[in-house]
C-alpha cells in the first residue's frame, strides 16, 4: 500500500467522506458507478491515499445530500 498523504485534518475529513457514504447506505462501487470513476478511487479517496479536489467534493456532497461544511470541520 501507498504512502497516507493524510496529516490529522485530512484523516478527520476521509472520516467524514465514509460516514457519509454509510449514511446514505451505499457502496464504494455504487459510489463509484454514479461518480463514474472505478471502485478502487472511491477506495483510495477514503483511505486517504487519494486527494480530492474542491469540484470533486462538490460531486461527492450532492450525492450524500451533505454541505461542503460537513466534510471540513
Known amino acids: ?33 454514479k461518480l463514474k470513476r472505478p471502485q478502487s478511487y472511491i477506495s483510495k479517496c477514503e483511505a486517504g491515499e487519494q486527494r480530492i479536489d474542491v469540484v470533486e467534493l462538490n460531486k461527492f456532497a450532492k450525492l450524500y445530500k451533505k454541505s461542503l461544511d460537513y466534510f471540513i470541520k
Not at 5 to 16: A, D, L, N, P, Q
Open 1 to 33: 500500500m501507498g504512502k497516507s498523504i493524510r496529516t490529522k485534518e485530512y484523516g478527520v475529513f476521509v472520516k467524514s467522506l465514509r460516514q457519509a457514504r454509510e449514511e446514505m447506505g451505499l457502496t464504494q462501487v455504487e459510489i463509484a458507478k
